[in-house]
């Protein structure tokens, strides 16, 4: 058997055994583990609660009490307040950086980046801890500021406020924005600025009508990936918030735990995806709107 | 004129860069500053450097029981969520099936729902299918929280690949199996392990799933987390957190320069994709 068989084009020579196997890891955990289990989620958001694992009966009374009690739109409200807060200032400080990074570092670029990125895959649990430590009644800060005379005695007006699970959350999330930024800022022609200087654009007038708009699409995914989760979180103000500041998560996670309410929680798990969705959509818009390539 | 301008502004933006690290090490640097103080509150003055936090840490079962746990987990769930990206994203980029392309999709969605959420559906699911809170269910949390690291890391690796490389493979009669595994595997190979090493720390510093995964053995977070309510134990969680940032330091470090090294070593001379970005970095803004 010496002929020589010709070949049939390679892609059509694709096993269907060797498909199945690739595929099915991943189908496994996309459509079990993400897709049916956010199903469950809203599922159980139409269920009464009747200490059952999936509820009986169908029925809209959770959302109608997530709609009608004002505890809901308040905390709702304070979680998206928080979040935009932490999104833009988790936007704007990076921006600078990201900015640097793509023009200025030269050499050290592969060190900042490295340094910038760290933090990332450190414990966000002790990142938060840190935190506590900075701002409590006997805490580093306090201390700091007594030592160094500022300050004639603790105070306690630092921890458990909104504005320390601001603070928490932006150093928290910082390393998140700068990544996509400065994607977005490196992929820029450098021909292009280049154009915009030696039309007579002023350097001020070439960053924002050249540089800002071409970066609008980074800018949008860090405030995303920063939104997301900050808007859910319930380490943070449980850590350093104080009842003050109660956020959306802090409630789900009580529904599934002391309150024992799963389907009332699946139906704020819903609202708050929601409201994500809201945002995602009007990003998309403001991407289409502002940051379109020209 | 020009150019001493955007030096100019090169160096303001530098001084920033620095300030703005200091914002982003200095309030984690306090745990190993404090976990050698000698006092149990974490403030100034100083009172003097002390090992005896560092030895608390020692003949704790609890603690060395939650460290194993973390331990095993992270391993099996790194592992888990490194076969999913490599298959995931290889068969988005080779298997030409619209099927394969949803699934990747959908792999990098967790970016799009709050921790809480996917901790919650998955508390219905794994109650739903018999398991309850276990390691087990820790274990499926873990995949699912990684697997938009590793589908990143891994898709941007396999697309810096030459399409020569693989289609040389196929032509030269290699089946697809063997073009996976001898050809494509190999040349990924640093990806693969900056993967898997990163994985395996999302699985070990993670938190807010876990929450509601775990049962009666507590993962290390976990326990530092039931540790936070007794101001007394406070230098022991920083000597414990001291540790953990050490060797994620050093976890992370290594996988960084792995992701870069395998990079650099199997870019084309000319880029073929100038789209894609040369360290393949973390693309986020993709989904």
Redesign the interface.
Known sequence: MSTIVA?PA??A???SG??VA??????L??????????G??LF?AFRGNDGS??GAGFTVANFAAVVSDPLYWTVTLRSLVIAALVTLATVV?AY??A??LA??AGRRR?L????????????????V??????L?Y???L???LI?SGIWSEPTLAFLNTPAAVVVTLA?AY???AI??I???L??IPKSLIEAA?DLGAR?FTSFRRVVLPNSM??VL??A??VF??T?????TPA?VGGPASTMI?TL??AQ?GKAND?PF??AL?VA??LV?LWV?LVARFADRRFGSRT | M?TT??QR??RW??A??IA??V???L??L??PL?SFNNSI?????LQGLTLQWYATLFGNSALTSALLNSLVIGVIAAT?AT??GI??S??DLY???P??VT??G??R?????????VG??????I??IGLGPSRVAIV?GH??VA?PTTVVIMRSRFAAIPKTIR?AA??L?A???TT?RRVMLPLSLPAIVSAFM?AF??SF?E??VV??LAGTEPTL?LY??SQ?RFPKS?PT??AL?TS??AV??V???A??ILR?RGLAAAAPAVPLQP?Q?K?G?????ST
């Open positions: 070949a390679p892609e020579r694709s096993s060797f498909r690739m595929l099915l890891p991943g189908a955990v996309t459509f079990l583990l993400i897709l049916f289990a956010l469950l989620v159980l694992l999936l400080t600078p950086v900015y640097y023009f200025h592969g900042l980046l490295f340094l910038v990125t760290l933090p990332f895959w450190t414990s966000y649990l002790l990142r801890f840190a935190w506590k430590i900075v409590a006997n805490g580093v306090n201390s700091a030592e150093h910082a390393p998140f990544l996509p400065y994607v977005a490196d992929t200087s350097p699409p980074g995914a860090a995303l990936v997301v989760p808007v859910g979180d319930y380490v850590l998560g789900i996670q599934f799963w929680g699946a798990s708050v995806m994500i995602v | 020009k301008r955007t502004d090169g933006l530098g920033y860069v703005y690290l914002f982003l090490y309030p984690v306090l745990i404090f509150q974490a403030a100034f003055p888990g076969l999913c298959t995931v290889y068969m298997g030409r099936s099927l394969a699934i990747s959908i792999a969605l967790p970016i799009l729902i709050p921790g809480v959420i919650i559906s998955l508390l219905i699911l109650n739903l499926l995949i699912l697997l289609e196929l032509d009669g089946s697809d199996w996976f990163l720390l999302i510093d938190f807010i929450f509601f977070p530092i987390w936070l406070l969680v920083m957190g953990i940032l994620s330091f976890i992370a470090a996988a960084e870069h789209k970005t360290r970095e973390l693309q986020w803004h």
